[in-house]
């Protein structure tokens, strides 16, 4: 459903980010990023929904190139990609409900929206997308009010909003406690079985990414230089990802 | 070339600074001795022991600009001509503000009508005065609504993380910056005398002299309050493929509408203070009142004005103060 063709990213400072990346994503899959800080997972998923240009190479979507998409046809594309991010980009001083139905907006057409409430249709399936992320009580609460994990949640549900094919998560669990990491993670995972929904996820824990994971892709200086079965990655493979000093960190 | 660059601007500076010691010098001694003619153009000779100095590699502009402190700021002569330049400015000061302390302890009777005014105001002009105190606080009510719309339209136009990085983007982002800056720099007071003939004396010509300077000052606080957005939600709502107005209501508008009317109740507070010195010049209002009983030594009427402004002023800035503390915990 993804093909990633010598993709390359230069940045105005001359940092050469991606060095031609070749992948290929199947429907369905649960494609784990690992790689040090500065490796170039964040410029490559934000590359695929071009919030980042890419310098050059083919990102092909359902057979859609989105490297040349004109700003309909890419916003066309972006409602199929969920994103999530590592500092769950909510808007805070808003209610849980509001921003999950920002998910939405991107089937608005025109601005009459601006003065209408939200379509009821449209507020039930934001009450399904916060029940399906165990948040069906915080619907009227403000963001700001809520724990990391909870708003990762929130961030889940407003993806889940766009009928997305294909979700990015940006190391959606950095900024979490270990405990707090797992259960989102499981409800990435339970939205890749159950509902199909592609998933390409950077990470840090090799744990995490051998529980929920069916690929790993590991990127280093902005080259892949591992991609292969999850459970295939051992200790030797984690140190030629991460350098020599590095120890796994068990996260259960 | 970035040595040589460095070399040419400490060089610079050595002689700017010596021709500036030379002019105080010269200064203090026509002041005192004065001696026949002019002496002022002998300050020129500066540049002479700027070279000198400069050459030796022991001066203000090496110390500073260069870097070079290979000597301890009390053995070097650089250091010791930038404390120099800072006495001689205090000393020169002193004379040009003609300061006396001989005065100040010696003539307090001169003031007593006024302090005397003071502490017995005339209240049997309370409630006309009350009336020109309301003027003023409507008129900077009026002023800052008034400057909010132009303030929040510009804003947005001399923010540069909203203003795209091309030709048209960087140079309306310049032009609204530069005009804000240049109506900001000239005083309120400014304006008041300005439109005071343009409108006529009274509390109008006022309203207008604080709104021009309340949108160039607004303008600045808004867009810096623009530029300080968290871009993760403007890049969360671009991610869902929303077009580039729901990007702006849902991403940005959010966080800066709390900051806002906070900056905005803030100038209002400012405006109350700004609309009595307004009102001195012909901008109506309880200012206008201070200046007619001035004129008129009736020091009792100036007595209630004076506690009438300092109350005012102390409760705008206690609720001003409350409400921002308000909107500003997010």
Redesign the interface.
């Known amino acids: 459903m993804l093909k990633i063709k010598s993709l390359h990213k230069y940045y105005a400072d001359g940092t050469h980010a991606l060095k031609g990346i070749d992948l290929d994503v199947k429907a369905g899959e649960f494609v784990i990023l690992l790689g040090l800080s500065g490796s170039g997972k964040s410029t490559l998923l934000r590359c695929l929904n071009r919030l980042i240009e890419p310098s050059s190479g083919e990102i092909v979507f359902n057979d859609q190139h989105v490297e040349t998409a004109r700003s309909k046809e890419l916003r066309r594309i972006r409602h199929r990609i969920g994103m999530i991010f590592q500092q769950f980009n909510l808007i805070r001083n808003l209610s849980v409900l509001t921003n999950v139905l920002t998910g939405r907006l991107g089937y608005q057409d025109g601005l009459g929206a601006l003065f209408l409430p939200w379509k009821r249709a449209e507020v039930e399936r934001a009450q399904t997308a916060l029940k399906r992320v165990g948040l069906s009580d915080y619907a009227r609460r403000q963001v700001r009010n809520l724990s990391g994990g909870q708003q990762q949640r929130v961030a889940i549900a407003r993806a889940l909003m766009q009928e997305p094919q294909l979700i990015l998560a940006d190391e959606p669990v950095a900024s979490l406690d270990p405990a707090t990491a797992d259960t989102v993670m499981r409800y990435l995972g339970e939205l890749n079985r159950n509902d199909g929904i592609t998933v390409i996820c950077s990470l840090h824990f090799l744990s995490l990414a051998r529980k929920y994971g069916s690929r790993v892709v590991a990127l280093k200086d902005g080259q892949i230089v591992y991609d292969g079965d999850p459970k295939t990655v051992d200790n030797e493979r984690f140190r030629s990802i991460y350098g020599e000093d590095a120890e796994e960190v068990e996260i259960r | 070339m970035k040595g040589q660059k460095k070399r040419t601007q400490a060089m610079g500076l050595d002689i700017l600074l010596w021709i500036y010691l030379g002019g105080c010098i010269t200064y203090l001694v026509q002041k005192w001795f004065q001696p026949s003619g002019d002496i002022w153009y002998y300050a020129l000779f500066g540049w002479i022991p700027a070279v000198v100095f400069n050459a030796i590699g022991d001066s203000p502009g090496t110390r500073t600009i260069m870097g070079r402190k290979e000597l301890s700021w009390f053995r070097s002569i650089g250091s010791w001509t930038i404390i120099l330049s800072v006495v001689l400015t205090f000393v020169v000061g002193w004379v040009l503000v003609e300061i006396d302390p001989y005065k100040f302890f010696t003539r307090a009777g001169n003031a007593q009508h006024i302090v005397s005014g003071i502490f017995q105001p005339n209240l049997s002009l309370l409630m006309p005065l009350l009336k020109a105190l309301a003027e003023t606080i409507y008129l900077a009510f009026l002023a800052t609504v008034f400057a909010i719309p132009f303030a929040f339209g510009f804003s947005f136009l001399a923010s540069r993380n909203l203003m795209p990085r091309t030709w048209l983007g960087n140079s309306v982002y310049l032009l609204v910056r530069t005009i804000a800056t240049v109506f900001r720099s000239v005083e309120a007071i400014v304006w008041a005398i300005i439109f005071s003939v343009w409108v006529g004396i009274g509390p109008f010509a006022g309203m207008l002299a604080l709104m021009i300077h309340s949108v160039a000052a607004l303008t600045k606080l808004y867009s810096e309050q623009i530029e300080n957005i ?1 871009p ?2 403007v ?9 580039g ?2 990007v702006w ?3 940005v508008i ?2 800066i509408l ?1 900051p806002f009317l906070a900056f905005t109740i803030y100038r209002w507070d400012i405006n109350v203070r700004m609309a009595t010195i307004v009102g001195f010049v012909g901008g109506g209002g309880i200012g206008l009142a201070l200046q007619q009983q001035q004129q008129m030594l009736a020091w009792r009427n100036v007595g209630v004005i004076i506690w009438l402004i300092a109350l005012t002023v102390w409760l705008m800035d206690l609720v001003s103060g409350k409400v921002r503390a308000k909107l500003l915990d ?1």
Do not use: R
Not at chain 2, 235 to 243: C, L, N, Q, R
């Open positions: 968290d993760g939600p890049e969360a709502i671009k991610a869902t493929g929303s077009g107005f729901w209501w849902y991403a959010p966080q709390s997010i």
